[in-house]
């Protein structure tokens, strides 16, 4: 009887923590934009991302004590790397180009990491379906058409830098399964979120940025907070359940509804202005990137595999995200991948 009352809940929970991952990874954009106001960007992701690997070191010290932290060199080494690519000048470089463009014409361009993970594949002679060939084209088509549109939610060179920050995340989460990790996913996020954002402080005090404390609104803190708290560790926990409860073609719908929820919050927030441009080239990129991962997901033991972004497209990632470790070094029932 209880494991049949906890098979009709499934699905109930199955869609709340979709639900979550929906609104809480399609409001980190917003959440940027917000804490960068007053907090320079660069500090600002450096701030968020050595609080949240305080947190999740500190509750999987709790859980599963210094075990958990067991690695080699080697492995560690890994998740630096990752850690750097992902966040220091993935992430990093979103919050950047947020002081330039529209919250929600960031989102659409990240969006596109899907496709750059395709590109890799193919300059490494792994060779993806004609199918996904084409999606990739109709994407960056799209990702084109609001580089050159897309004045009216920013400037050139926040594109640009959104751009660059994209290609860097897509090449850590491509890296990413062909470099050794540390065996405990929630322990390489705690890694890659703290040499990333350790990473951040040194570029943004090297850059020239400050932190003044007397000049950071109240509306930074919390969004600030809201980035770690809510974006990093609720999250996090929402998508790292679903990748163990729901199925991957399901799971990865959040690549096509983030994009959406991130516009429709600057909006509604910051009335950032949407244009007849900027929808149109947007719903490019996301037709594109759903013929990727429609595509790529016909073949479920590569994808149930290979979900990290490495080798198939599998999720992607988003850039107003934390890392994501790949599935399998971990306990599939514990987590499977961060946010």
Sequence with gaps: MPANTADSR???????????????????????????ESIPPMLSAAVRFIAASALLAGFLLVRSGPAAFRMTRRQFLGAALAGVLLLTTGNGMLAVAEQYIS??????LVASVPLWLVVFRFVVRDRPKALTLAGVLVG???????????????SGVGIVVVLLGSVSWAVG????????MPPNALATSAIEMIVGGAGLLVLGTASGERLDLSAVTTRSWVALAYLVLVGSLIGFTAFS?????????LVSTYAYVNPAVAVALGALVLHEPITTRVVLGGLVILV????????????PKRVL??????????????????PQPPR????????????
């Design 173 to 180: 989460s491509f890296l990413s399964s062909r470099i050794q």
């Design 140 to 154: 960056l088509g799209g990702v084109g058409a609001l580089s050159l549109t897309g004045g009216e939610g920013g």
């Design 103 to 108: 919250t929600g014409l960031a989102a659409l």
């Design 328 to 339: 399998h070094h971990v306990d599939p029932a514990v987590e499977q991948r961060g946010v």
């Design 10 to 36: 499934t699905p109930v929970l199955v869609w709340a923590a979709l639900a979550v991952v929906y609104v809480v990874w399609g409001s980190t954009y917003l959440g940027i934009g917000i804490a960068i």
């Design 288 to 299: 594109g990137v759903a013929l990727v991962i429609s595509t790529e997901r016909k073949g």
């Design 305 to 322: 595999e290979d979900t990290d972004g490495g080798g198939d497209v599998g999720l992607g990632v988003g850039g107003g995200q934390e």
């Design 241 to 249: 359940w679903l990748l163990g409860n729901a199925p991957i073609s």
